[in-house]
């Protein structure tokens, strides 16, 4: 096997390892390996933590220690254009469904220990913390006996001081401030998961752990709800298991 470069690094001298990366995803794919576990071994040889590719800026690296994988399984799909089976390549990117069910350290030999662990935080950093607005959001609409039948209520101040204690505007801003970002009206894809991270760790710094448990609790229990819909149990060997603590 391929050995798994231990992180990700923001530098112009990764590029010959993301070439490297690349190259090796091609090669084991021609020569009959499952597409999917040549993918994995190509993202433990993956180095960029961020680049600019096709015009298009990508962050796979958050903070510095967040490491969405999907969004570099995307990356990396797009140089095998047409060579991988499109109903098992969309239901990864677009589901989060992998074509074989694979435990921990069998993900961890090919990604590394490392980018496991960076994994880790962004799914409970960033999937964890999405699907913690969506369910208080579900207990917001469940409250609101007057809102407009088949309406959606749209993300809340409310929503925002019951989980941090503060409106949406004042943490984007802090955020923002904090990162020597632009106050701009629009937001990014890439800023939001940024975002969502940074109010990870805004709640970790400020509230009771018993509290952080339940929020954890509760996301989970959401993802387990909406994931089984879709057939999906683990992602990434992680499962969704709502007593798992975050």
């Not at 098992?88 to 220990?113: C, M, R, W, Y």
């Not at 229990?221 to 999906?232: A, C, D, E, I, P």
Request: one cysteine or more; a negative charge; charged letters at 30%.
């Amino acid at each position: 096997m391929t050995q798994a470069k231990d992180n990700l690094v923001s530098s112009e001298t990764s590029s010959a390892g993301d070439a490297e990366a690349i190259s090796h995803f091609k090669q084991a794919v021609f020569s009959g390996k499952h597409w999917y576990l040549a993918l994995l071994e190509s993202i433990g040889l993956w180095c960029s933590a961020e680049e600019l590719y096709n015009e298009r800026a990508y962050l796979y690296l958050i903070d510095g220690e967040a490491f969405d994988w999907l969004l570099l399984a995307e990356r990396l799909c797009e140089t095998m254009d047409g060579l991988l089976p499109e109903d098992e390549k969309n239901a990864l990117l677009f589901h989060g469904i992998p074509p074989l069910t694979l435990n921990a350290a069998e993900v961890k030999q090919l990604i590394s220990d490392k980018k496991y662990g960076q994994y880790l935080n962004y799914f409970y950093g960033v999937t964890v913390e999405e699907a913690l607005t969506l369910a208080v959001q579900e207990e917001i609409d469940k409250e609101k006996t007057l809102r407009v039948l088949g309406r959606e209520s749209d993300l809340s101040d409310e929503l925002y001081l019951r989980i941090y204690d503060a409106t949406r505007d004042a943490l984007l801003a802090q955020f923002r401030e904090e990162k020597g970002y632009a106050q701009t009206k629009s937001t990014s894809l890439t800023e939001l998961k940024e975002f969502t991270y940074w109010l990870f760790k805004y709640k970790l710094k400020r509230c009771e752990k018993a509290r952080i448990a339940s929020d954890t609790k509760k996301a989970l229990t959401y993802l387990k709800r909406h994931w089984q819909k879709k057939g999906v149990a683990r992602v990434l060997a992680t499962d969704i298991n709502p007593s798992f603590p975050a």
